[in-house]
């Protein structure tokens, strides 16, 4: 069956089966139920593929991740998927990890017939130029670069100084940074301005601790801390991740020690915590819709138009208040 068949079916042009199946096609709801259910009844399914070909375009965006820091990628993943289908378009997903580097994974995006592509993981300003050179809008995804490429991104360094202002001011003296790997730049946006506020305040020196984003990094982390604080515990514990922080309060209550009131643990840059009715954690969360929407944003309008300049978004954290901190 074909889009012709339905028209004929319906008693309508072939541009109107067309627009019915297009999101956002200038066609009645009424008159596009009808060509929907001609289409149901004939077993017509239209080939996105196929129609990209005759517009020039393969309604096609890749979305590059770093598998190792998954931060916050499950929600990112459905979100993407979400608004780009709205709009007719469909994800490509490629991730680092292994033995892909970010050169060979870009390499395959260029292979495709991409019309964008949005990426997580770290990327080179000669590989943005490669992208650029084809062609294919690139958007950084909670990261930046210096080459004049798209970016959606929370201030990380911001959201970090307010929390440790938070806790300052709570009387908090002995602090820990755990964030993660060196590569997260996520985690070293936070670090820095964790630091520069403790810095401001008096304190140097705080112990920082990197590694993996994992559950299981809470018993190494902490055991870390505690010898260079030569067996004494932090007042507070600032976590870069959210697995990491529910980690570490169990660990912590594990060895008897009690959350908030000897340890107050925060996250910072979490999303969606999982935590049970013991955990209630006190955290930062990155408003990944609202980043979500200003990407696709980004990256319609520049396949659109390629010739619109380089554009950067800053987003705020917002602080939930829970019960794994004292705070005033």
Known sequence: MTAQDVANFVGVSQATVSRAFTPGGKVSPALRDRVMAAARELGYQPNILARGLTSGRSNLVALLIEARTNLLYPELLYEVSERLAEQGYHVLLFTIGGDRSIADVADRILSHRVDAALTTAAITADLAERFDERGIPLVLFNRVLEAQTSSVCCNYREGARSMVGRLLAAGHQRFAVISGPASSYIGEEAVAGAVARLAAAGINDPVVVRLPYLY???????????????????????????????????RLRAEGVDVPEQVSVVGFGVVN???????????????????VAAAIDLLLARIEDPTLPAEQRFFFGEFHSGATARLV
């Not at 018993?219 to 697995?243: F, H, S, Y």
């Not at 999982?274 to 955290?283: A, D, I, V």
Request: with cysteine; net charge neutral; hydrophobic share 35%.
């Open 216 to 250: 299981s990094s809470a018993e190494p982390a902490l055991a870390q801390i505690r010898a260079t604080l030569g067996g004494k515990w932090p007042d507070a514990l600032l976590c870069i991740n959210d697995t990491v922080a529910l980690g570490c309060i169990d």
């Open 273 to 291: 915590p999982t935590q049970g009715p013991n955990h209630k954690l006190t955290f930062t969360r990155q408003p990944v819709e609202r980043m």
